[in-house]
Nanobody, 114 residues
Framework: QVQLVESGGGLVQPGGSLRVSCAASVRLLNFHVMGWYRQAPGKERELVATITPDGYANYVDSMKDRFTISRDNAKNTVYLQMNSLKPEDTAVYYC????????WGQGTQVTVSS
């Protein structure tokens, strides 16, 4: 079975940085697109960024200046580097894999607070 496992979340002070990871149990190149989403309490899940197998990245406008998505195909892992974090970035961050249908990880909690 295909599994996605997120890691790297935690408590970060405002202005800090964090990198979350998504490890796939199968070859990452099996998927058409990889993406990161997030869901804050009481809010809808929203797209953060996507990345294609050849490394082409797309970002939601509000994220593009602070967040960077990347991938390591050899390690079957996709990353989200988050800089200059704000309390409003607090959310559960989810990894998504798409190849005609979506596969989701369990999510990793990111809390930005002093």
């Amino acid at each position: 079975q295909v599994q996605l496992v997120e890691s790297g979340g935690g408590l970060v002070q405002p202005g800090g940085s964090l990198r979350v990871s998504c490890a796939a149990s199968v070859r990452l190149l099996n998927f058409h697109v990889m993406g990161w989403y997030r869901q804050a309490p009481g809010k809808e899940r929203e797209l953060v960024a996507t990345i294609t197998p050849d490394g082409y990245a797309n970002y939601v406008d509000s994220m593009k200046d602070r967040f960077t998505i990347s991938r390591d195909n050899a390690k079957n892992t996709v990353y989200l580097q988050m800089n200059s974090l704000k309390p409003e970035d607090t959310a559960v961050y989810y990894c998504n894999a798409f190849r005609g249908w979506s596969i989701w990880g369990q999510g990793t909690q990111v809390t930005v607070s002093s």
